[in-house]
């Protein structure tokens, strides 16, 4: 998801359960709700860099929770040893002389906790919004490598976009309208638009994940060409909710077809574009036992061979199809390995898909 959205989804987050944090708390929890993308940037060290570092350890659950615990530790600390002061409100009978030390922790604890809080939930909004995507997310490093991608969502979402939008500007121009008629404001500012937003959004995603599971079901139950399907993913259309795009594995080929969840009945299978696969060859399995082609396959959804001959050798290129199949190929990320005529490896890479000859 793109990082105004998640900024947006943050605010909505700070608004909606955190309406009375301040500004310094309100700027850190879109601060924590957008500063996972922190990964991007290392696609500008390669293709390699951002293979390890994209949607891996930044977009964790234990890295959401050191993040979001930075900052209420660095007030603790300021309070315990800086000498920085904070408001104590005293309990019934509590006199004031007595061992402030209670009433004061009474307070750190009122008030770190929520702080916490009010950056882990956004931190943890941008994991899920990501998670589901088609780039996955790994979820509970260092304890599991495994990624989570559910393909509901694009990666910019303008519904979604929309959405957060209005929920924060509407109330903002609501309050303006009512600070010229000379209203009050009963609850706090833009909290109540924020929650329904939250509200839609999450709506939204739950149709999204409907329309995807019954999208992947249609294929599954066909037959491609004659051929029983062995894997399937359906890949989400950036305006159209209705409009899934279809990516198949069978025996000899893969497959690339969209599907329409309003007219399941229109569905044709044998109306797919087909990339048939190379035939076994040492080549290929030399190229596939490569370190370069592990790291590759480990995160591939759909793998993709292709094999060149050369006249040194062969070219054996790796690729994921579900980039063909989604058309979001800004990002892509290949394997290049070369194979000399006595199938021994001379070469290997991870290379941005764009740099390649199209094939």
């Known amino acids: 998801m793109d990082i105004v ?5 943050s605010l909505a987050v700070a608004r909606g359960f955190f309406p009375r944090a301040g500004k310094l708390a309100t700027a850190g929890a879109v601060l924590a709700g957008c500063i996972a993308d922190i990964d991007w ?8 860099a951002f293979l390890t570092w994209h949607g891996t350890y930044a977009h964790s659950i234990f890295v959401a929770v ?9 007030l603790l600390a300021a309070v315990l040893w800086g000498g920085l002061g904070i408001e104590v409100e005293l309990q019934e009978g509590e006199a004031l002389f007595k061992d402030p030390r209670p009433a004061r922790n009474r307070a750190l604890l009122t008030g770190l906790v929520p ?5 882990f939930l956004p931190a943890m909004l941008h994991i899920a919004m990501d998670a589901c995507q088609s780039d996955g997310v790994m979820l509970f490093w260092p304890f599991s490598s495994r990624r989570f991608a559910a393909d509901w969502l694009p990666s910019i979402d303008p519904w979604i976009l929309t959405i957060l939008i209005g929920a ?3 109330p903002e121009l609501l309050r303006l309208v009512g600070s010229e008629i000379g209203s009050r404001e009963k609850k706090p500012r833009g909290q109540t638009g924020a929650i329904v937003g939250l509200a839609l959004v999450l709506v939204y995603v739950g149709v999204r ?7 992947t079901a249609l294929m599954t139950s066909r037959t491609f060409h004659g051929e029983t399907p062995r894997r399937v993913r359906a890949y989400p259309e950036s305006i159209s909710i209705l409009t899934w795009h279809g990516a198949v594995e069978t025996e000899s080929a893969l497959d690339k077809i969209d599907v329409n969840s309003a007219s399941p009945g229109e569905f044709d299978p044998d109306s797919s574009v087909r990339f048939f696969k190379p035939e076994p060859s040492p080549a290929l399995d030399a190229a ?26 062969y070219a054996v290129t790796l690729r994921d199809f579900r980039y063909a199949a989604s058309g979001e190929a800004n990002h892509e990320i290949a394997a290049y390995i070369e194979v000399n005529l006595n199938n021994k490896v001379a070469s290997q890479e991870l290379v941005w898909a764009r740099d390649l000859k199209n094939d």
């Open 5 to 9: 959205t998640h900024g947006l989804a």
């Open 41 to 48: 940037l290392s696609s500008y060290f390669g293709p390699s």
């Open 66 to 74: 050191i993040i979001s615990a930075i900052f209420p530790a660095m």
């Open 115 to 119: 702080l916490f809080f009010a950056l």
């Open 168 to 170: 924060i500007a509407l």
């Open 209 to 215: 994940a409907t329309l995807h599971s019954s999208s």
């Open 288 to 313: 596939r036992n490569t370190t370069v082609a592990r790291r590759f396959l480990a995160t591939a959804q759909i793998p993709r061979a292709s094999v060149e001959k050369l006249e040194r050798g």
